[in-house]
Structures are given as C-alpha cells and as structure tokens.
C-alpha cells in the first residue's frame, strides 16, 4: 500500500514491513508541481506549485495597523510570547557541549518523556519505539504524504478548514486534494490518506469520540493511513480533546493511525522546533528509515530540552491559565464589537464572523491597529471568518479590548 524509495527495503524499517518497495512517483506528472526547462531538461518547479505564502497577501493591512498611535497588535498568528521555564533553558544550556551527530530516533529519555506525558496527560499508551521526534511539527505536515510513499495517483483528504501547510504537503507530493470533514463527501472516492486535527486550527473545534471511531473503522476497512494533528490536545476549554490513538477510539490498536503533537505551543518552544509523530509501528519505522537518509534530526540539546518539558507539567498549567484568562478577555471584546464566536472549544483562536467577506473584518480591524488572518487562508469555508489568535500579551490583549469598545 506504501511506496517508498528504491534504497529503502523493507530489512531497514524498525517495524514490520509487506510487499515490495517502490520508487517516489513522478513528480512532473498531470497533479504534480509544473515543470520548467533547465539545459534542454524538464525540471519540476515545486515552489510553482504553491500560491503565495498566505501572510504575505495581507502585508497591506499590516501596514494600515502599524500606523495605529498605538502601534500593532498582531493576532494573526500563534506564536508564543511568554518565557520557555527556566528548567528548559537550564537543560538545553546543560547539553548545550554536543559535538556528535544525535540520533533521528531520539534519545530513550526522550521518547520515555514523551509516552509517560501522553499516558498521563491524556490516556494514551504508546510503546517508546514508536515514537519519532520531528523538526517542530509542521515540517511533518508539509512533508508526511510524500514520505509516506503517497503522490500522483493518490488522493488525500485535509478538513474543509484546515492550516495552508496540509495543502502544502499534498501538493509537494504531487497526489490529488480533497477538501471533506464527513466520510459522506468523500464517497465512492478512493482515498490513501486522510489528515484529522482536533482540536482545530483554525476554528477550535473538537472531534467527539464517535465521529473519530467512526473515521478509523471506516479506514481501516479501506486500507488508508489517518494522521490526526494533535498540536493543541493540551488546550480543551469547553471539551476534552481525545488523541486519535485514545483507546475509546482506537481500542487499542494502533495500526494505521499516526498522532502529530507539538511542544511549541504547550511549552513555549516553537523557538526550539520540537514535535513528535506516534502510532503505527510500522509506519513510524518507515519514517525513520527515510528520515536517517535525509539527516532530519532534532539537535541533541534540543532533546534534552524536550524530556524537561514533558516532565513538568507545572508550567504548563500555568500557561493554559495565561490563555484561558487571554480567551475570556478576547471573546468579550470581539463579541461586544459585533462578532459572533463559532466553534473555538479548544486551542488558541477565537474563530470570528460578523457575517461579511473576511477582507472587510481584517481591514476593519487593521482600521484599528489588530492584525487578524482572515478565514480564506484556511479555505473556501472560512469566506466570512476571521481568525484571532490569544497569544498576545496581557498588555495588548488588554489593548485590543479597549480599542474594541472605542468603536
């Protein structure tokens, strides 16, 4: 079902291994990339094959909201503003004398580090050899369907709203798209793999158990891969989030299903560039086979940074409070400005309508120094939402809702 590079033979995956290898699909076909010449040769142009990276295409309303006396308040994208815990950078600083090459696989402790959080945080089981850290968590996303063996002749399904680098990831790898969040639109439609994300990003929305067990009976009676990003499994508000390899969904069998998860926004690390792909033995052993011939490894101070995080969950605790109170204080501004908040049961967004096109909210908004992404950047769905992002400051959280309630 798999196809990977010739040099890969089965003997090299650390799991089991069936049928024979095959070579990466052409990457100049019908669904790939479009090619260019180069000394009288075709050559695929991958970067062709993508549109604009989407936060460019709003530098315009950036420049409109930098003009604020205030200055900016830039909600348009999560990225962590509060310290990374001192006994993080204390063990990164302590392996920081790392001249040898890590290993891909991770380092035991590691891995250990990463089984117990998810035992303990979220009643998972997972075997420590199934378990492969990654360079943050969305390098795997833009890259899974093409180290999967997936590509033209291939169709893989991301949510009808789902963050650009799922789409990324598909078209890399020259298979066909498909935009579905029920396995009614998908129908008679043959499929390879299927990417999940609960909770959301951008709504905030959370699968409940049956649609998740629904979706793995489903695959599996059908032979295709789920690969569930689970970036913000830490951060339920309204709900409990459950991992796809939670054995109320799974019963316990991991085969077939991949669960993504992040440090980035649980510990402040999305400076460091730390994730983790688990499940499948067989899979994750196929992954790490590739991944050694690519060199994509996590630096070895990075892991010893990594086992601090997962195994203090104080500061994690005390950052979900900074975000619950960020949340409470964002929901009440944008609502008290006219918009309604749908979905947003999970994460770090704040999924917003005042039921008009998104580019009207963000210019609206950048009228008074916010920065928000507007709903298109995660597909056709999202026409009349805007994203908002509870990663600022208290400060200019607490800014936004006093420039909210001026008008």
């Not at 291994?17 to 260019?36: C, E, I, M, T, V």
């Not at 089984?115 to 997972?126: E, I, Y």
């Not at 796809?244 to 669960?259: K, N, T, W």
Request: proline share 8%; aromatic share 6%.
């Amino acid at each position: 079902m798999f196809a990977f590079p010739s040099f890969l033979s089965a003997s090299s995956s650390a799991g089991s291994a069936s049928g024979a290898p095959a070579g990466p699909a052409d990457p100049a076909g019908s669904d790939g990339p479009p090619a260019s010449t180069t000394a009288g040769r075709a050559r695929s142009d991958p970067a062709a094959a993508l549109s604009t990276f989407p936060w460019d295409t709003i530098e315009t309303f950036k420049h409109t909201a930098q003009g604020h006396p205030d200055g900016i308040i830039d909600l348009s994208v999560g990225t962590p503003v509060d310290p990374v815990p001192v006994a993080i950078r204390r063990a990164l600083a302590d392996a920081s004398d790392a001249p040898g090459y890590p290993q891909v696989h991770g380092t035991p402790e590691l891995r250990s580090a990463y089984t117990a959080w998810l035992d303990r945080a979220h009643g998972v089981t997972v075997d420590p050899r199934d378990v492969l850290p990654t360079i943050g968590s969305k390098e795997l996303v833009a890259s899974l369907p093409g180290q999967l063996g997936f590509g033209r002749g291939d169709t893989v399904v991301i949510p009808q709203l789902a963050y650009p680098t799922y789409e990324v990831g598909v078209r890399m790898a020259g298979a066909t798209l498909l935009r579905a969040d029920a396995l009614t639109a998908i129908g008679p439609e043959r499929v390879s793999m299927i990417w999940l994300n609960s909770p959301s990003n951008p709504t905030g929305k959370v699968l409940p158990v049956e649609h998740l067990r629904k979706v793995v009976t489903w695959a599996r009676a059908r032979g295709v891969v789920i690969a569930s990003d689970e970036c913000y499994l830490d951060l339920g508000w309204d709900v409990t989030p459950l991992s796809i390899l939670h054995p109320d969904v799974c019963g316990g069998d991991q085969r077939g299903l991949l669960a993504v998860h992040s440090l980035s926004k649980r510990s402040n690390l999305a400076g460091y560039r730390l994730g983790f792909v688990s499940g499948d033995r067989d899979l994750v052993g196929r992954l790490l086979a590739l991944r050694r011939h690519l060199g994509a490894i996590v630096p070895a101070p990075v892991q010893a940074a990594g086992v601090a995080a997962l195994e203090d969950d104080a500061p994690v605790l005390v950052q979900r409070e900074r975000y619950a109170e960020r949340r409470a204080v964002l929901a009440t501004a944008f609502g008290g400005a006219g918009f309604a908040v749908d979905e947003s049961q999970a994460g770090l967004y704040l999924w917003c309508t005042r039921g008009e096109p998104a580019l009207e909210s963000v210019a609206w908004l950048a009228d008074r120094g916010i920065l928000v992404a507007p709903g298109t950047f995660y597909g056709p769905a999202g026409a009349e939402h805007v994203r908002v992002a509870c990663t600022a400051t208290d400060e200019r959280v607490a800014a936004v809702a006093k420039r909210l309630a001026a008008g």
